[in-house]
């Protein structure tokens, strides 16, 4: 008997076991081998299939008599309005877009802020040419050394537009977007103390970022080449 029940409650303990490594697994999910791969703030969504009572605009959608959709152009030194940059940009890339451009760039620039502060070089790579990115390495290492923290936290984004936009002989375009956001910035010593900026406090930031991408890379990710002070 004593056998008997020692062996009905190793069964007992296996099922419930087998119970919880189910549950646990549900609550969890499983690795699919992708968790590591980084949103690509820049790529486009799968667009719906276009409805066939919608015209499409003239401008946008009007063949060009001189130049073929996706066709190498011919970048003059002669400098360009902003809409002929862009207009010059859409002949290159029929893919490009300015106002999804304008939502990739507001969600890379959360992405880089919030890695900046963080210290998480791992997101910052893919997103930064390697120039930037060895100067945003260089400032967090800085602040590592001497034990500092930084938060920031992007509140509002109030402004994002395109200020400049080029394109040049090896169909590198560059974008140039300016964003006003409202930001909680502060530093803390490794003890923890406010040594700069407040936590409870808003402050306006102007930002000036370009943004590069050579055209001819399958690669649709942009990269921040430059941060521009503000004048």
């Keep these: 008997m004593g056998d008997g029940f020692v ?3 190793i069964v007992i303990f296996a099922m419930i076991a087998a119970f919880l490594v189910y549950r646990l697994r549900s609550v969890l999910g ?3 081998g992708e968790e590591r791969q980084r949103p690509n703030p820049f790529t486009a969504a799968p667009n719906p299939a276009k ?3 919608v015209v499409p605009l003239p401008e946008r959608n009007r063949p060009r008599p001189d130049v073929a959709p996706g066709a190498d152009v011919t970048v003059s030194d002669e400098p360009l309005s902003l809409a002929a940059s862009i207009d010059q940009l859409r002949t290159a ?3 490009f877009d300015e106002k999804h451009f304008l939502e990739g760039a507001k969600a890379a620039f959360a992405m880089i802020v919030d890695a900046f502060a963080r210290g998480d070089t791992a997101t910052l790579r893919p997103l930064l040419a390697d120039d930037v990115y060895e100067s945003f390495a260089r400032v967090i290492r800085d602040r590592q050394a001497a034990g500092e923290q930084h938060e920031a936290r992007i509140e509002i984004v109030r402004e994002a537009e395109v200020v400049e936009a ?8 560059r974008v140039t977007v300016r964003l006003v956001t409202d930001q909680v910035n502060v530093v803390r010593d490794r003890d923890g103390n406010v040594i700069d900026g407040d936590p ?10 370009t943004f590069a991408r050579n055209l001819r890379s399958r690669d649709p990710n942009w990269a921040l080449v ?3 002070p503000v004048q």
């Design 7 to 9: 062996f009905i409650e």
């Design 30 to 32: 499983r690795r699919t």
């Design 51 to 53: 409805p066939d009572n």
């Design 93 to 95: 890339d029929p893919n």
């Design 166 to 173: 080029k394109l040049d002989a090896a169909r590198t375009a």
């Design 200 to 209: 409870k406090a808003l402050v306006e930031n102007t930002d000036v970022w």
């Design 226 to 228: 430059e941060v521009r």
